[in-house]
C-alpha cells in the first residue's frame, strides 16, 4: 500500500512543477510542505533495498515526500530559468569536493551497496540546498522558510510534550533518537532566540516564532541529553553575544534577554534533579563504549588513511574477518565487541572515507560559520542581522555536539543543516543588495 501511495506522489510531480511554474507565489507552500513532511519522514518514506537492521548512518536507499516536493519545485524554478549555476557558491561547491573525496573509499569497501545507500542521500541533500537556495534568490523570503521551521519545532514539542506526559523519560518527538532531537533543537532555537531579541520579524510570525524559541528550549532539556546540556549554553549565548553585539536597540535586547534568563533559571531549577541525575548516575559503560569505540575508529585510521574502509561500512568493517576491533582489543586490555557506531562524527568520517575528506568536511563546516561571522557585520543595522546571529550560534552547538554524537548524519538533522547552509549561502550572496533595501550605510 505505502508502494502505491509513493507511485501516486512520484506521478503527481510533474503536475505540482507545472502549477509551482504558472505561480511561483505558492512556491512557499512548498516550502512548508517540505518542513511539514519532514515531521512525518519515516512515514512519508520509501526505503529501496532495504537493509532496516544494518547499524550504519544509511540502512537503504530512502526516498521521502520530502525529495519529491523539493524535486518538483527545483524543476518549477528550472523551467522558470532561476537555476542559473549548479554550484552557485564556495559552499556548495566545497561541499561538491567533500563528495568527491569520499568516492575512493568505494574501492575499500566491503558493500558498495552499503556505500552507495550513504552517498545517495548525499545527493538528495545537495538537491534540497539547491531548491531552497534557489527559492530563496528567486523571492528573498528567508521568512516563510523560518515560519516553516517555527511550525516544524512546534510539531515537535507537542509531540514531546505527549510522550513525556505519557512517561517516557527521554522523549525524542518526531526524530528516530532523542539525541538527534535535542541536537536539532540546538540548531533551531537560537534562530528563535536571536529573532524574539532582535524583533526580527513582525506581526504574528513574530509571536510563532518566540512559541517555537520556548517549544525547543523545552524539547531540548527534556530529551536530557548529556551532550545537548553541554552546548546549549555555547550555542545560545554566544547568539546573545551577537545580536548585543549589534548595538542596535540594545536596552530592549537587554530586557528581553533578562527576561529569557529569569524564566531559564526558573525552569532549570525545576529540571536540575534530573539534570544532575543524568550526569551522576550515567553507566560507567557509556563513557568506555565512546572510548573503546574510538579506539577502533583509530585502528581504522591508521591502516586506511587516505581512503577509509568504505563510506557507512564501519559496522561491516567491525566484523571480526577484519583486525581492528581484535587490535583495539591489545589497546584497551580487554575483549571488545561491537557493532555499534563511534560516537563521534569527525573520527567516523575519517574512519570510513581518510583524512582527505575529513579535511573537505572540516573545511566546509568552517567556511560556513564563518560566512555567519562576515555576514554579522555585513547586515549589521538590517532587518536580516538576527538570522546569521542565530545560525552561529546553532552550527557553533552542532559542530561541539559532534565530537559526542554521531547523530548529525542522521537524514532528519542532515535536511536541517542543509537548510541554514542554503540561507548562509543566500544571505552571503547577496548581501550588498539585501542592505541597499534596508536603505542602511555601513561605514
Known amino acids: 500500500m505505502k508502494y502505491f501511495v509513493f507511485l501516486i506522489a512520484v506521478l503527481g510531480m510533474p503536475p505540482l512543477a507545472l502549477l509551482l511554474w504558472l505561480n511561483l507565489r505558492w512556491a512557499r507552500y512548498a516550502i512548508w510542505g517540505i518542513l511539514g513532511t519532514l515531521c512525518l ?14 547499524p550504519g548512518t544509511a540502512r537503504g536507499m530512502e526516498v521521502g515526500l520530502v525529495h519529491l516536493l523539493s524535486a ?36 575499500a569497501a566491503e558493500s558498495c551497496l552499503i556505500s552507495w ?19 530563496l534568490q528567486a523571492t528573498d523570503d528567508v521568512k516563510s522558510v523560518l515560519i516553516g521551521f517555527a511550525l ?23 526524530f528516530p533518537h532523542r539525541n538527534s532531537m535535542g541536537m536539532a533543537m540546538t540548531l533551531l532555537g537560537p534562530i528563535f532566540f536571536a529573532s524574539f531579541l532582535a524583533n526580527g520579524v513582525y506581526g504574528w510570525a513574530r509571536l510563532l516564532l518566540a512559541a517555537a524559541f520556548v517549544g525547543s528550549m523545552v524539547s531540548a532539556f527534556w530529551s536530557y541529553s548529556r551532550g545537548v546540556m553541554v552546548v546549549i549554553p555555547f550555542g545560545f549565548g554566544l547568539t ?9 536597540r540594545t536596552i530592549g535586547k537587554i530586557k528581553r534577554l533578562a527576561v529569557v534568563v529569569l524564566v531559564g533559571v526558573l525552569g532549570l531549577a525545576l529540571l536540575l534533579p534530573r539534570i544532575i541525575e543524568r550526569f551522576s548516575e550515567a553507566p560507567e559503560s557509556s563513557a568506555d563504549t565512546r572510548v573503546e569505540l574510538a579506539y577502533c575508529a583509530t585502528e581504522m585510521i591508521r591502516d586506511e588513511p587516505w581512503r577509509g574502509v568504505g563510506i557507512n561500512n564501519w559496522s561491516l568493517k567491525l566484523d571480526p574477518a577484519y583486525p581492528y576491533q581484535d587490535n583495539a582489543s591489545k589497546l584497551v586490555g580487554r575483549e571488545l565487541d561491537y557493532r555499534g557506531i563511534v560516537e563521534t562524527v569527525y573520527l567516523l568520517v575519517c574512519a570510513e572515507c581518510g583524512l582527505p575528506a575529513l579535511i573537505a568536511m572540516l573545511v566546509l563546516f568552517g567556511w560556513y560559520w564563518v560566512v555567519c561571522v ?3 557585520r555585513r547586515l549589521r543595522g538590517t532587518r536580516w542581522y538576527f538570522v546569521p546571529a542565530g545560525i552561529l550560534g546553532g552550527l557553533t552547538a552542532n559542530y561541539m555536539q559532534s565530537m559526542l554524537e554521531w547523530v548529525l548524519r542522521q537524514q532528519i538533522n542532515l ?26 550605510r555601513h561605514g
Open 41 to 54: 519522514y519515516e512515514a512519508t518514506s520509501i526505503n529501496f533495498f532495504s537493509h532496516a537492521f544494518y
Open 72 to 107: 518538483a519545485l527545483l524543476l518549477a524554478l528550472v523551467l522558470r530559468k532561476k537555476v542559473r549555476s549548479w554550484l552557485p557558491d564556495g559552499g556548495f561547491r566545497l561541499y561538491a569536493v567533500y563528495f568527491l573525496l569520499c568516492l575512493p573509499s568505494l574501492t
Open 117 to 135: 545507500f550513504e552517498l545517495w542521500k548525499m545527493i538528495l541533500l545537495f538537491g534540497i540546498a539547491l531548491t531552497v537556495y534557489t527559492y
Open 152 to 174: 516544524f519545532a512546534l510539531v515537535n514539542f507537542l509531540v514531546v510534550t505527549k510522550m513525556h506526559y505519557s512517561g517516557i523519560y527521554q522523549p525524542s518527538g518526531i
Open 240 to 248: 546573545a553575544v551577537a545580536c548585543l553585539l549589534e548595538r542596535k
Open 374 to 376: 562576515k555576514l554579522l
Open 415 to 440: 535536511t536541517c543543516l542543509f537548510f541554514m547552509f542554503a540561507i548562509l549561502s543566500f544571505l552571503n550572496g547577496n548581501w550588498q543588495r539585501l542592505v541597499e533595501q534596508d536603505g542602511v
